[in-house]
């Protein structure tokens, strides 16, 4: 079992940061892909950033590219979200999620998932 905790979302204005944290505990988090979903309100879950278990490989939506980056420290088993020049559509609950599968766009692929963290993004 891996246990995933989000932390960092909060309520910023269009154009504004955020940097989300993701800790995992449990078993050997560098065994896992780490990846972001969002879901805003009506929505369904989106894929948003993954990161390959060492880190050294990325991937990102489309309507993410250039202003997000996500990271990893498999030292102190966490995964992080950076994001820039926020947007209003950006709205969702942000969920953290690992997985051992290569289908990392797909969200049915990810066995391990935290309870999410909320940002709002203000006009």
């Known amino acids: 079992q891996v246990q995933l905790v989000e932390s960092g979302g909060g309520l910023v204005h269009t154009g504004g940061s955020l940097r989300l944290s993701c800790a995992a505990s449990?078993?050997?988090?560098?065994?896992?892909?780490m990846a972001w979903f969002r879901q805003a309100p009506g929505k369904e879950r989106d894929f948003v950033a993954a990161?390959?278990?060492?880190?050294?490989?990325?991937y990102y939506a489309d309507s993410v590219k250039g202003r997000f980056t996500i990271s990893r420290d498999n030292t102190k088993n966490s995964v992080y979200l950076e994001m820039n020049s926020l947007k209003p559509d950006d709205t969702a609950v942000y969920y953290c999620?690992?997985?051992?599968?290569?289908?990392?766009?797909?969200?049915?692929?990810?066995?391990?998932w935290g309870r999410g963290t909320q940002v709002t993004v203000s006009s």
């Open positions: 999620a690992g997985t051992t599968s290569v289908n990392i766009y797909r969200g049915g692929a990810y066995i391990y």
């Open positions: 449990g078993r050997t988090f560098s065994d896992y892909r």
């Open positions: 990161v390959s278990r060492g880190g050294g490989t990325t």
